[in-house]
């Protein structure tokens, strides 16, 4: 799984330098929000020397939880999630509101004990993510910001309680 995390960061470090430098691109880290837990990401704004308009944004997050079911049986599960979207941003200044969509494809994995066996398994589930909030950016380089609600939808149900703290540097 650390293999995973490193390649990924690598591939975002090569892209983030790659791509044409009038265009503002942002590193951050989020809590919450589509990562479900905590996630590293790379966004890119499509338009030209803007802080404004339409962008793209990529990122791995995940974590483990363990502890006891409900019936006392010990359960280890990691979570390693994709968060993957389109944003739109209203406002060429520093702030701006902020309004998108997503997906996030999330791997499970996880083993425990129930009756004195081992079980062991993993899968693939997909999230659905809309997000609306605030955003502070600078206009030149520097740090990022951003507080939004991140209702999500899965094959478990809608969850329209949900939030995202973000926290990065800014750059173009």
């Known amino acids: 799984m650390k293999r995973i995390y490193l390649l990924t ?38 338009k030209d020397n803007s802080n404004s308009g339409s962008g793209v944004r990529a990122g791995i997050g995940g974590t483990t939880v363990s502890g006891t079911d409900n019936n006392g ?7 390693v999630t994709f968060p993957l979207g389109y944003n739109y941003l209203i406002g060429e200044k520093r702030s701006s ?14 083993n425990g004990f129930i009756n004195s066996e081992t079980f062991s ?18 206009l030149n ?9 991140t209702p ?11 939030f995202g703290l973000s926290l990065g540097y800014s750059f173009k």
């Open 9 to 46: 960061i690598l591939i975002c470090l090569l892209f983030c330098f790659s791509v044409k430098a009038q265009r503002r691109k942002t590193v951050f880290v989020e809590f919450l929000g589509n990562g479900l837990a905590i996630s590293g990401n790379f966004e890119l704004r499509l």
């Open 73 to 79: 049986n010990f359960v280890n599960v990691g979570i």
């Open 97 to 110: 509101f902020e309004i998108g969509a997503g997906i996030t494809p999330i791997l499970v994995s996880g």
């Open 121 to 138: 398994g993993s899968g693939i589930t997909l999230t659905g993510v809309l997000n609306a909030g605030y955003r502070y950016q600078p």
């Open 141 to 149: 380089n520097g740090f990022f910001g951003k507080f939004t609600w």
């Open 152 to 162: 999500t939808a899965s094959n478990t149900g809608f969850y329209p309680v949900f």
